[in-house]
């Protein structure tokens, strides 16, 4: 069975983090995605380690598997007309590059989509294509510190806290793909494609969802919590005699199960406790009674104890006990990819699963131009004299 995407064509002009994220997700998904990378260099990422093997990025391969590599150089008129010519018999074009990069080549959207009306073109950037940040360059660590994400994560009384993996990339990867998506539904009814125009800075505010209704509603500046809830309690790690453990105790119904399993009924009728809305407004005389009461067990025994009364629970654990998770084995969510150099190579799965079409992995990721002669004799019908001679001219390595 083909993947849910298959017959889609995506041109992937993207580098680094939040672009590949997004392309390796519609690959994932059955797209045949062809990434253009510049000849001699190709994505920024293929430099970045740790290395398996000799030079073989682990940071690249973990976000560009199930795609192609063509070298063209956009900078040499004759690769502007390779790069036209796919443009033409592709459905999707992903970039992310400094608002006005590809314009200023002669390929930006008002000049592509006279080629195929039909191109859906996504542009993710820190800031948008417009605005008086637009021209600014962005990482995920500038976009969540401008958008208030720092402000709330951490204990309180530490300064700013970076979110422990790449949420500024990440979800702006993920908002592309939902966008392009979509797009691709209303083309089926409209025959016409459009831009997507993703800004970083926005995926960080609209993710905080929370952090916003709270202060629209109260006026109150949100700040660090550690790991807590700003309203619920307790929802927490809990430091225990050998980890930590992470509870939540979510409606009214479920404060006595979890004062049963603490063995402190006492607090059950104690009115500074008595609602979810009381126990935050006394958090503070709340939380060293039960601080000092989670380090009596281990996080097993209470993992089991909150789990047998239906109180959700976990463990806080570690990378390399995730990968051992009982949970994490059985639906696959690491996996091993071929690769004809390294061998096995274990990876993160997709997480979607769909009954019939769920994404695959199929291929590593490339080598920088692996695809190119097969990619430009199969979609423009090149031939080996057009390609050498292409080669001569330094527009493909």
Not at 49 to 64: E, K, Q, T
């Amino acid at each position: 069975m083909g993947g849910t995407l298959e017959g889609i064509r995506v041109l992937d002009l993207t580098h680094i983090l939040s672009g590949p994220y997004a392309t390796m997700n519609l690959a994932d998904l059955g797209a045949d995605v062809i990434k253009i990378e510049r000849p001699g260099m190709g994505d920024g990422a293929r430099g970045t380690g740790p290395f398996l093997g000799a030079y073989y990025s682990s940071y690249f391969m973990s976000i560009n598997r199930n795609k192609r590599s063509v070298t063209l150089d956009l900078a040499h008129p004759k690769g502007v007309k390779v790069f036209v010519e796919l443009v033409k018999r592709s459905d999707v074009l992903v970039e992310n590059l400094v608002p006005g990069s590809l314009a200023r080549l002669g390929l930006g959207y008002d000049v592509l989509e006279k080629h195929n009306p039909r191109l859906i073109y996504a542009a993710i950037s820190g800031f948008g294509q417009t605005g008086p940040y637009a021209q600014r360059p962005a990482l995920d660590i500038i976009v969540q510190g401008m958008s208030g994400l720092m402000s709330i994560t951490g204990a309180p009384g530490m300064g700013p806290v970076r979110v422990g993996t790449s949420v500024g990339d990440i979800v702006a990867g993920l908002y592309c793909v939902i966008g392009i998506l979509a797009a691709l539904q209303e083309r089926q009814r409209s025959g016409k494609g459009q831009m997507l125009d993703i800004s970083m800075l926005e995926c960080q505010v609209a993710m905080q969802e929370n952090a916003f209704c709270r202060y629209f509603a109260t006026g109150e500046v949100p700040k660090p919590l550690g790991t807590r809830h700003p309203v619920s309690v307790p929802f927490q790690a809990f430091q225990t005699r050998d980890g930590w453990v992470v509870v939540a105790v979510v409606g009214e119904e479920a404060w006595p199960l979890f004062c049963s399993v603490i063995d402190r009924g006492d607090l059950i009728g104690d009115e500074r406790f008595a609602t979810n809305w009381d126990r935050c407004r006394h958090y503070d005389e709340l939380a060293p009674v039960l601080d000092e009461i989670f380090l009596h067990r281990t996080t097993q025994e209470w993992v089991d104890a909150f789990t047998a009364v239906g109180v959700p629970c976990g463990p806080v654990n570690t990378i390399d006990q995730v990968v051992r998770d009982p949970q994490v084995l059985h639906r696959q969510a690491v996996v091993e990819i071929a690769h004809p150099t390294l061998g096995p190579v274990k990876a993160v799965n997709n997480p979607m699963r769909l009954s019939r079409t769920s994404p695959r992995v199929r291929l590593g990721a490339p080598d920088l131009g692996e695809h190119t002669g097969e990619v430009l004799r199969e979609v423009l019908g090149y031939s080996n004299d057009l390609l050498e001679q292409l080669r001569r001219d330094k527009v493909i390595a």
